[in-house]
């Protein structure tokens, strides 16, 4: 090997060398993290655990871009139903059926228990329609919404757009953990979990058709996929403070979620006039949803 292949082959090495020490680092501190969440607070280590499950299945879905430039139309709106089906019957089950009797529990009689789930139901609908206002993002078919979009980079608005898009599964798993057994909570992540491969896969492959090369867009789509474990997290630690909080904490992730639904997914699904594959990917996601919180829960 001559000397200008050497020196084409060392950054090439170091940069592996690089990527593979951090890697390493990044699952040492998230044991060191897990062991001591599980031994002061087990339903966060739990939450951690689900969310970083939920991350790993938006990764792998971003992994057939590497092998296929696109997919159908059709089969993206279908997937995109899909999740909303998965969401929308973890909101009705594993949130608000739950966050009821907890309301319920704490003394508080059926129409007391439905008013508070409901205006916790409210305030995460506000929560996300105000970050959706006021923080600049790009839909990847409506285009660009929020104050000052046109100064930034049309990366990070879909940056933005992915983190407004994953932060309530994220808020959801972990507040599903705290306020239900292990088992219901489970079933709630694995939920998500399932229904953000097709997510991973459609994100990447509108950011391919939006002009970004297949590596960027497989690494972007990885790391959307980050903000949830951060807000299980969040969302467990929160709720797991006091059990006052935790009908509220489990109407408010529903009513970020049902937010999402209606305002990001279903629009999305039905824009290029799919709704048959979009309602049918729907009821798909919903009854799968469902058989998952009455099996495990």
């Known amino acids: 090997m001559n000397t200008f292949s ?17 890697v390493m680092v990044a699952c040492l501190a998230l044991h060191q993290l897990w062991a001591y969440l599980d031994a002061r607070a087990g339903h966060v280590a739990d939450a951690l655990l689900g969310g970083l499950v939920a991350a790993g299945a938006t990764a792998a879905g971003t992994v057939p871009i590497l092998f296929a430039r696109t997919i159908p139309q059709k089969a993206q709106d279908a997937m995109f139903g899909f999740g909303a089906g998965v969401m929308l019957a973890a909101s009705a089950f594993s949130l608000v059926a739950p966050g009821i009797d907890a309301a319920e529990t704490l003394g508080y009689g059926r129409w007391g228990a439905g008013i508070q789930v409901g205006a916790a139901i409210l305030l995460g609908a ?7 206002r006021t923080l600049p993002h790009e839909h990847f078919i409506k285009g660009r919404e929020g104050l000052e ?18 932060l309530p599964e994220g808020l959801a798993i972990g507040v599903g953990y705290a306020g239900n057994d292990a088992l219901r909570g489970t079933a709630l992540a694995t939920g998500i979990a399932i229904q953000d491969i097709p997510e991973g896969l459609v994100v990447a492959v509108a950011l391919l058709a939006a002009g970004y090369n297949r590596a960027f867009a497989v690494a972007l789509g990885i790391l959307s996929g980050l903000v949830e474990p951060v807000g299980a997290v969040l969302g467990a630690a929160i709720v797991g403070w006091s059990e006052i909080l935790l009908p509220w904490g489990l109407g408010f992730a529903a009513g970020a979620m049902l937010f999402v639904i209606s305002h990001e997914i279903i629009p999305e699904s039905h824009r290029k006039g799919h709704e048959v594959y979009a309602t049918g990917g729907l009821m798909l996601g919903f009854v799968l949803m469902m058989l998952l919180d009455t099996a495990l829960g």
């Not at 090495?13 to 951090?22: C, Q």
């Not at 506000?126 to 959706?132: S, T, V, Y």
């Not at 979009?149 to 933005?160: D, E, I």
């Open 6 to 22: 050497r020196h084409r082959l060392r950054p090439a090495a170091t940069s592996v060398s690089v990527w593979t020490l951090a």
């Open 126 to 132: 506000a929560a996300l329609l105000l970050m959706d």
């Open 149 to 166: 979009a046109h100064r930034l980079r049309r990366t990070w608005l879909f940056v933005f757009a992915i983190t407004l898009h994953n």
